[in-house]
Nanobody
Framework: QVQLVESGGGLVQAGGSLRLSCAAS????????MGWFRQAPGKERECVAA????????YYTDSAKGRFTISRDNAKNTVYLQMNSLKPEDTAVYYC????????????????WGQGTQVTVSS
């Protein structure tokens, strides 16, 4: 079982940037798709970005395109989410998750989850 720990969340003003990190331990994540999800109060959890095991394929939800960048360093067993031009509507708990295959964006395919990190964007 892989353990995932997110870090890098915090309070930032609108227009600012944050870089989230997800450190994996217990097992390698190099063969698995990785995703960043977020959940705001009263809303469903959504996939913000995903990256294939090789890093060649990526996915972004429409609201994240052009502002967020997902990347991974398999040698460090770590995944990142660079978030720029943050907006108040980006406020949520952000979760890192490991997929069951090398590429997927389906919520149900992500079985290992971190505890989440809070991102708050003030206007």
């Amino acid at each position: 079982q892989v353990q995932l720990v997110e870090s890098g969340g915090g309070l930032v003003q609108a227009g600012g940037s944050l870089r989230l990190s997800c450190a994996a331990s217990g097992r390698t994540i190099s063969s698995r798709a990785m995703g960043w999800f977020r959940q705001a109060p009263g809303k469903e959890r959504e996939c913000v970005a995903a990256i294939s095991r090789s890093g060649i394929s990526t996915y972004y939800t429409d609201s994240a395109k052009g502002r967020f960048t997902i990347s991974r360093d398999n040698a460090k067993n770590t995944v990142y989410l660079q978030m720029n031009s943050l907006k108040p509507e980006d406020t949520a708990v952000y979760y890192c998750a490991a997929g069951i295959s090398g590429w997927t964006t389906e919520l149900s395919d992500f079985r290992s989850w971190g505890q989440g990190t809070q991102v708050t964007v003030s206007s």
